[in-house]
């Protein structure tokens, strides 16, 4: 498992800095316009970059090689899960820090906008990801391309649906407007859990049956 | 005890109309090298593919180092004994951006015995640059890059699949030569296949000759070239020598040329020696000429 994400690592490394930046700058509008479709985007970029890894895998014939290496199958799903579970991670930190930089320098304190935020960034990536790869693990990347393709039109038109509402996002909510909506927040986590690890079981379900 | 044994192995891929592997049974002994040869197609690398797992089979059984491969269950297999294998396959195996530096530091947490002085001295042996992207090589580079990390972990097996297809004969003798070396260890054990048969010829203990899908012949490689002759006669003088005699012939207007069995022929007649390219090319065509009389 390490070997494959070391590997992966060394794959990210080589758009790595683009990747930080686009992120960094996507993070920066949606805290400035409190916009909600900015962050979804950071979410599918996260998702994405285990999906250019598995890209790479492909056309290097490493899959099939990865059979003769002393590592499962299983491991080969974990290892893409986890590295955008990592770039998600990396995201959402980002996304903390930039938010509260930008609450305490606009002098309003620590808003609890950041868990509404947190809350969608996370669900998107749960969404995406549990969509995203157990298809592409199924039917590879050539044949999984028409469906990845038609599931970012999907993501890119719910986030255009966020944008046209964003003006009706109130940013200034306090912790204590939304604590009786910790519920709900909860169920959206569980919710995302359940179906990453839905998708996670579906994915080396599909990629255990495979000919390589 | 057996490197590799194939018992009964069949695989047929959808949409295919013939099955890739059909029956097929083949035993790799331990400290020995078997030479799989046929021509494109014939399902050498789907056999191998088999044997790593990577091409779920139909039925019969692998068993690899004394491990059982469970096609049905690939996710449940216990995967250590895969340490002990090296695999160079005939296509590419690494992502393109990788560089042969980056490829040890992946292999090295791998591979519990991997031997990253070893690795270092096939990347400065085979003049490959440790910084240079994998896509940057030529196709005997690449090649010689997967045979150094398939010989730097201490491997008891190794799983060739066309390593020396497409290369030049001095790239190709350097590698055999590190083949050769590598069966110096009476414990060590090589699958190679190729379609360049004077490969095989110069390392192979033992020859299975695979056409569509079925092993045609195995046995090693001396009983082979002993086996079988080439006799130059007339079309009447081959009709009348016994059944089973003649494993394949080409006629023209000088007469015929026919690959003998030697033991079927009388010995007034001069037979020349074979190589193992003809007794293959010959074999092929006598099974298509009888599908095409049965016909």
């Known amino acids: ?212 | 005890m057996e490197a590799i044994k194939v018992s009964n192995l069949s695989k047929r891929y959808k949409k295919s109309s013939r099955p890739s592997l059909d029956n097929v049974s083949l035993d790799l002994p331990q400290g020995c090298v078997l030479g799989l040869v046929g021509e494109n197609g014939a399902g050498k690398t789907t056999l191998i593919k088999a044997i790593t797992g990577s091409v779920k089979f139909d039925s019969g059984s692998i068993e690899v180092l004394g491990h059982d491969i469970d096609a049905a269950s690939q996710n449940k297999t216990d995967d250590r004994f895969r340490q002990d294998i090296g695999t160079v396959l005939a296509e590419d195996s690494f992502p393109e951006i990788m560089t042969a530096g980056m490829i040890g530091n992946v292999m090295k947490s791998i591979y519990i015995n991997w031997d990253s002085a070893c690795y270092n001295r096939y990347l400065e042996k085979f003049g490959l640059d440790s910084k240079k992207k994998y896509k940057e090589y030529s196709r005997g580079m690449k090649m010689k890059l997967s045979i150094a990390v398939a010989m730097s972990h201490n491997a008891k097996l190794l799983l060739l699949d066309e390593a020396t297809s497409g290369l030049d004969p001095v790239v190709r003798d350097q590698l055999l030569d590190e083949f050769n070396e590598f069966t110096r260890d009476e414990n060590h054990s090589i699958l190679i296949s190729s379609h360049i048969t004077s490969d095989l010829e110069k390392i192979c203990d033992y020859i299975a000759f695979i056409h569509e899908g079925r092993i045609v012949m195995c046995d090693t490689k001396d009983a082979i070239l002993d086996k079988y002759g080439i006799l130059h006669c007339t079309d009447d003088v081959l009709a009348e020598l016994e059944d089973g005699a003649v494993a394949g012939s080409k006629s023209s207007d000088y007469g015929a040329e026919a690959l003998v069995v030697r033991s079927k022929v009388p010995d007034t007649f001069d037979i020349s020696p074979v190589s193992l390219d003809d007794i293959i090319v010959y074999i092929a065509r006598g099974i298509d000429n009888s599908k095409e009389v049965g016909r």
């Open chain 1, 1 to 212: 498992m390490k070997g494959l994400l070391i590997k992966d690592l060394y794959l990210v490394k080589g758009y790595g800095t683009s990747i930080i930046l686009i992120s960094a700058l996507f993070i920066a509008i949606g805290i400035m316009n409190g916009s909600y479709a900015f962050l979804m985007l950071t979410a599918l970029y996260s998702a994405m970059i285990s999906i250019n890894t598995m890209s790479y895998d492909e056309r290097g014939h490493w899959d099939t090689y990865a059979d003769s290496l002393p590592v499962s199958r299983t491991q080969v799903v974990l290892s893409k899960y986890i590295l955008s579970f990592i770039a998600m991670l990396i995201v959402w930190i980002l996304y903390l820090a930039g938010q509260t930089i930008a609450d305490v320098c606009s002098g309003t304190g620590v808003s609890a906008h950041m868990l509404s935020m947190s809350l969608i960034l996370w669900s998107s990536w749960g969404f995406m990801v549990a969509l995203l790869y157990p298809v592409l693990f199924r039917f590879g990347m050539e044949k999984g391309r028409v469906l990845y393709m038609l599931a970012i039109m999907v993501i890119s038109g719910v986030s255009g649906i966020f944008l046209s509402i964003k003006d009706e996002l109130d940013v200034s909510i306090t912790v204590s407007d939304i604590t009786p909506y910790t519920g709900i927040a909860v169920c959206v986590i569980v919710l995302s859990a359940v179906i990453v690890t839905i998708s996670v079981l579906l994915s080396i379900h599909f990629y255990g049956k495979r000919d390589l």
